[in-house]
């Protein structure tokens, strides 16, 4: 399994960006994918995460009301839709995978696959 993260970038505090996580294999639909971040000296944090069905869906606090996570499997991809950003929201983001994908787990080890990462950087 082989994920490529993508969209990161500098946004001003309040604006949007939106996060694509893709994927080229044909068994992307039966996983797990969660979004994680790790700030400059800090530990890496969850952020979201969705079943291979959308059917759940979870978010850490620190993002909830201004994170959506989203996929569409026929395209392979999930999306992290990020509103009202703030100068914390500042991190590296990664895309990670779990099989199989009936429930969500918000500590790294318990995914087997991640993305090379795509930056996220909000000035004030």
């Known amino acids: 399994v082989q994920l490529q993260a993508s969209g990161g970038g500098l946004v001003q505090a309040g604006g949007s960006l939106r996060l694509s996580c893709a994927h080229s294999?044909?068994?992307?639909?039966?996983?797990?994918i969660a979004w994680f971040r790790q700030a400059p000296g800090k530990e890496r944090e969850f952020v979201a995460a969705i079943t291979w069905s959308g059917g759940i869906i979870y978010y850490a606090d620190s993002v909830k009301g201004r994170f959506a996570i989203s996929r569409d499997n026929a395209k392979n991809t999930v999306y992290l839709q990020m509103n009202s950003l703030k100068p914390e929201d500042t991190a590296v983001y990664y895309c990670?995978?779990?099989?199989?994908?009936?429930?969500?787990?918000?500590?790294?080890?318990?995914?087997?696959?991640w993305g090379q990462g795509t930056l996220v950087t909000v000035s004030s």
């Open positions: 990670a995978a779990d099989f199989p994908g009936y429930t969500i787990a918000t500590i790294s080890n318990a995914y087997d696959y």
């Open positions: 294999g044909r068994t992307f639909s039966t996983y797990t």
